[in-house]
């Protein structure tokens, strides 16, 4: 199975589908090992993680990686933690911020992907994009009432707000995030790295 993985991520990473529409190029970003126990699917690297190659690598993976509450060495270690985004590649920027992710990448990748990941304990909604791709009809009209409404997804999956700097605003007016869910979310994600 891993070597089925491993091929499958060589194409993943050698992947033109949507180049065209990329302004500064397609760079894949992705990691995932088939004994990863943690899945963390957020929306499609910035410009940061564009250049360095290197998922969350920026002041929203910081953020993301307190709260679960885990140091960089586990996050990075894609034998426990596989890191697979709606889109792999950077979109470019938008009126407000980065553009959506590239539709392409989920359709044409993700059924192929999770299948090789038969180990994934908790899967980490980051966002928008990847609750209402995973969670479809039981995902909440808006993000606030997915994430307010976190227990009902669980054990499978835990939807989380974007842990971007840009988000002050959400977790201010939503106290009760990080009082209630994150200490929920590292329990979580401690038992599942075992």
């Known amino acids: 199975m891993n070597q089925s993985l491993d091929l499958l991520l060589?194409?993943?990473r050698a992947c033109r589908l949507?180049?065209?529409h990329l302004p500064h190029g397609p760079r894949p970003v992705l990691r995932a090992s088939?004994?990863?126990r943690l899945l963390v699917v957020g929306q499609a690297p910035g410009t940061k993680?564009?250049?360095s190659g290197i998922p969350w690598d920026d002041q929203s993976g910081k953020r993301l990686r307190q709260w679960m509450g885990i140091a960089p060495e586990v996050f990075y270690d894609e034998q426990q933690v596989a890191i697979i985004p709606m889109g792999f590649c950077y979109p470019g920027k938008g009126k407000s911020g980065d553009l959506p992710p590239r539709p392409e990448c989920a359709r044409h990748w993700?059924?192929?992907l999770l299948p090789l990941l038969p180990n994934i304990q908790l899967t980490l909604l980051v966002g928008k994009y990847a609750q209402?791709?995973?969670?479809?009809?039981a995902a909440r009209p808006t993000l606030t009432e997915t994430v307010t409404h976190w227990a009902d997804y669980l054990p499978r999956y835990m939807p989380l707000p974007h842990p971007s700097p840009r988000n002050e605003f959400w977790l201010r007016r939503n106290p009760w995030f990080e009082q209630e869910a994150?200490?929920?979310?590292?329990?979580l994600v401690a038992q599942a790295l075992g």
């Open 110 to 112: 993700h059924q192929q």
């Open 34 to 36: 088939p004994s990863a």
């Open 49 to 51: 993680v564009h250049a």
């Open 18 to 20: 949507c180049a065209e």
């Open 132 to 137: 209402d791709y995973f969670l479809g009809n």
């Open 182 to 187: 994150i200490p929920v979310l590292q329990q």
């Open 10 to 12: 060589e194409q993943v």
